[in-house]
């Protein structure tokens, strides 16, 4: 693989047990994700117009910012909150307020601070699409009369259920994945300004290769629990 002769963009990064690892983008990279990721998400049918809530912080850009686009692409107004107790509020207001369609990168900081701050669960998400990070899944998919998937960071890309939720797609153009001790590794397919060869994520995991029920051919990771 061959580096992009360029300066970045964007600067984000990855972490890996406790490491973090800075990772450097080109705008282009960053909207070639938005493609794949749209891709999943016009399958859901949600109206243009409606409000789409994304969940993450400043230096989750990189994985983050594609979701973001792929939603204005798809015509929905896009809004974001921090994955920290002290926004939370922000969650549940816009949730409420702007009655968002959907809402991606919700994590177990978010949920710690609508508890602290005696918000019920159910009737902030009740009605909307959900997309969970790992450490939140399990007590969102309890809750009555949400769509409650999975996502995750894998390295510095954003894995996304679809509805068929056989595992989070990951856009096989750009991404080679195995999982031969356990854990997701990953290489980059295509010209990047930061290549990957053979990184371990740090993910927990298993890949599968079969065509998704969906329609999608992309790589899935199942994620250990």
């Not at 909207?31 to 789409?52: P, Q």
């Not at 107790?85 to 990168?105: H, K, L, N, T, Y």
């Not at 927990?204 to 629990?225: M, Q």
Request: with cysteine; glycine share 8%; net charge negative.
């Amino acid at each position: 693989m061959t580096m992009v002769a360029n300066h970045p963009d964007i600067v984000g990064r990855y972490d890996i047990e406790g490491r973090t690892d800075f990772y450097l983008v080109k705008r282009t990279e960053l909207d070639r994700s938005a493609f794949a990721l749209a891709r999943i998400i016009e399958r859901f049918g949600i109206a243009a117009g409606r409000y789409i809530l994304t969940v993450a912080l400043s230096q989750e850009i990189v994985q983050f910012a594609p979701f973001e686009e792929a939603c204005t692409m798809l015509g929905f107004i896009g809004t974001n909150a921090d994955a920290s107790p002290m926004d939370a509020g922000r969650v549940e207001s816009i949730c409420r307020q702007f009655d968002a369609a959907a809402v991606c990168g919700v994590d177990a900081a978010v949920l710690q601070g609508l508890d602290e701050a005696g918000h019920a669960l159910g009737p902030i998400f009740a009605g909307r699409i959900i997309w969970a990070r790992p450490d939140a899944y399990h007590r969102l998919a309890a809750l009555e009369g949400a769509t409650v998937l999975r996502c995750a960071k894998i390295g510095p890309a954003l894995a996304l259920e679809c509805l068929e939720k056989g595992g989070l797609h990951l856009d096989g153009r750009e991404w080679a994945l195995s999982a031969p001790e356990r854990t997701i590794r990953m290489t980059s397919r295509m010209a990047r300004i930061h290549p990957l060869d053979d990184v371990d994520t740090g993910v927990a995991g298993t890949v599968d290769h079969s065509a998704c029920a969906c329609g999608s051919r992309d790589p899935r990771v199942i994620l250990r629990d």
